[in-house]
T-cell receptor, first 113, second 112 residues
Framework: NAGVTQTPKFQVLKTGQSMTLQCAQD?????MSWYRQDPGMGLRLIHY???????DQGEVPNGYNVSRSTTEDFPLRLLSAAPSQTSVYFC????????????FGPGTRLTVT | EDKVVQSPLSLVVHEGDTVTLNCSYE??????LLWYKQEKKAPTFLFML??SGIEKKSGRLSSILDKKELFSILNITATQTGDSAVYLC????????????WGLGTSLAVNP
């Protein structure tokens, strides 16, 4: 049981490049979410999903896309990276939203130059 | 607009002290309040509270929720240097947009 896994751990992009941050969980959790964490800003929700095929926007969705084709995977796509997207990104999942704790992945540290 | 406010923002104590961290919330369709500890990595879960007045306890940590006054506290007794971390509080909105609303955290430093 690996829990929530994220790849890569570190990434450096140039402005304008695109990439996908991978997130997977093996706990059959229905609820998955992506956060970014910046100094002084706390955890901010980017996108979330309440089940396969269903996604919705959080508070800072611009510049990011998600899809949820399977229960296990919830990739986050950066369409055209900008320096403002330099951050630490966490993926999290829970069995049922709000009734059970969210488990966090180890995070991806992204730098956009 | 939903919000969660934590206080104090930072705290420095000596080993052995007892600390109380505060979390107030204004969240529509409130379902639960969660506490997490974050060292220099991903947040790790401490407690989930859904009912008023029922204390959750784990070792030297305990937490309680007051749904009438809309706040929760996290107590740490006999603090140790390993308790140094950022403590995050989040409240769950179970409405149409089901999501956790996060506070900014309290940064706790425990000095030997």
């Amino acid at each position: 049981n690996a829990g929530v896994t994220q790849t890569p751990k570190f990434q450096v992009l140039k402005t304008g490049q695109s990439m996908t941050l991978q997130c997977a969980q093996d706990m059959n959790h229905e609820y998955m979410s992506w956060y970014r964490q910046d100094p002084g800003m706390g955890l901010r929700l980017i996108h979330y999903s309440v089940g396969a095929g269903i996604t919705d926007q959080g508070e800072v969705p611009n510049g990011y896309n998600v899809s949820r084709s399977t229960t296990e995977d919830f990739p986050l796509r950066l369409l055209s990276a900008a320096p403002s997207q330099t951050s630490v990104y966490f993926c999290a999942s829970s069995y049922e939203a709000g009734r059970y704790e969210q488990y966090f992945g180890p995070g991806t540290r992204l730098t956009v130059t | 607009e939903d919000k969660v406010v934590q206080s104090p923002l930072s705290l420095v104590v000596h080993e052995g002290d007892t600390v109380t961290l505060n979390c107030s919330y204004e969240v529509t369709n409130f379902r639960s309040l969660l506490w997490y500890k974050q060292e220099k990595k991903a947040p790790t879960f401490l407690f989930m509270l859904t009912s008023s007045g029922i204390e959750k306890k784990s070792g030297r940590l305990s937490s309680i929720l007051d749904k009438k006054e809309l706040f929760s506290i996290l107590n740490i007794t006999a603090t140790q240097t390993g308790d140094s971390a950022v403590y995050l509080c989040a409240a769950f909105n179970a409405g149409n947009n089901r999501k956790l609303i996060w506070g900014l955290g309290t940064s706790l430093a425990v000095n030997p």
